[in-house]
């Protein structure tokens, strides 16, 4: 028996910046190959934001549609949750900047910082809040200009991220439709396998931290990549039993898009054929917290998420963090 949800989302809307950067770009600047790019990650293309564009300006842009196909206006937005690895400023939050531009003059709004999982978690957020009463409607936000912290001299990140920005209002669910689970955890002993060791208070941003690019990410791919295939299995797993459904259950797995083998790897594990798995990442590649919403938008577009279906959305992060729900759309 499947538990009943407490809250669904009414409206989704997403935005990208218009520039395409392909795998053949790279191959002008970096010692690469479009035949490697694809091979280990599947990604071909992603997009990058021109100077001048915000995550807060993305953010708006998703949020406007969100706004508009949940029926609501801005100011019937109680709370904004905003994930984000790239905040506009250190200070205050974009999710502050976000409600100015959209006038919800009635809302609480803050970042999380959850990296790639930050929907997930934010969508988390919001369930509590409406369970609690706390608010009605919840913008949820993930919102990334990753090529801001991306270090273009280095072949094995510059490849991956791409800019993006994807919301969802989140009301009380008063049907079937909604989320039947959620699941989150972190391990924090993994912090350095994904990260920017300076420019934070730890390492204020100095000459020598630019001078050793400390301030851009930092990864180690193929731990992150082993870290990745387990937590996103646990992810499934518990998503599956805190919902009482079953993997056959599900219509379709949408996965944060990192990397097309760890989307196969945790396609496997649960049981699942890669004809219900949602694949986005060769047109946009790795957008954090924008990922999942991105790929939800394009599923429904194509007709691959009707009313009823069951989705398992699954996602892991620098942190090292991870989590997954169960959506009944
Ligand atoms: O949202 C979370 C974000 N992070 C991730 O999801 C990353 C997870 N990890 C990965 O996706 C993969 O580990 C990478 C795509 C980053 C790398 O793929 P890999 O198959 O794990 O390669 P590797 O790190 O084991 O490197 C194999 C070789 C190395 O060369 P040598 O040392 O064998 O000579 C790399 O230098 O591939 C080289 N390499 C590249 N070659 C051509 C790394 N990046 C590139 C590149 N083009 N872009």
Known sequence: MSRRPIAYIAGLGTAVPPRVVTNHDFEKTL??????????????????????????????????????????????????VLSTATP???????????????????????????????????????????????????????????????DMTDRSTAILF????GAAVLRRATGDRGMLSTFIRSDGALAELLYRPGGGAAR???????????????MAGREVFKAAVLTMAEACDEALTRAGVTADEIDLMVPHQAN???IEATAKHAGMPMSKVMVNL????????????????????????KPGSLLLLVAFGAGFTWGSTVVRW
């Open 31 to 80: 010692e690469t190959s479009d035949q490697w790019i694809v091979e280990r990650t599947g990604i071909r293309e992603r997009r990058h934001a021109d100077p001048g564009m915000t995550v807060a300006a993305l953010a708006h842009q998703a949020s406007l549609v969100a706004i508009q196909r949940a029926g609501i206006t801005p100011v019937d937005l109680g709370s904004i």
């Open 88 to 150: 506009d400023r250190l200070l205050p939050s974009t999710a502050c900047d976000l409600q100015a531009l959209l006038g919800a003059t009635r809302a609480a709004a803050f970042d999380i910082s959850a990296a790639c999982p930050g929907f997930v978690y934010g969508l988390t957020i919001a369930e509590g809040f409406i369970a609690s009463g706390q608010s009605e409607n919840v913008l949820v936000v993930g919102a990334e200009m990753l090529t801001t912290i991306t």
């Open 162 to 165: 791409g800019d993006g920005a």
């Open 204 to 218: 204020p941003f100095s000459a020598q931290v630019l001078e050793e690019r400390s301030h851009l990410m930092k």
């Open 260 to 262: 097309v083998r760890i």
């Open 282 to 305: 060769d047109r946009y590649g790795n957008t954090s917290s924008a990922s999942i919403p991105l790929a939800l938008v394009e599923a429904e577009a194509a007709g691959r998420i």
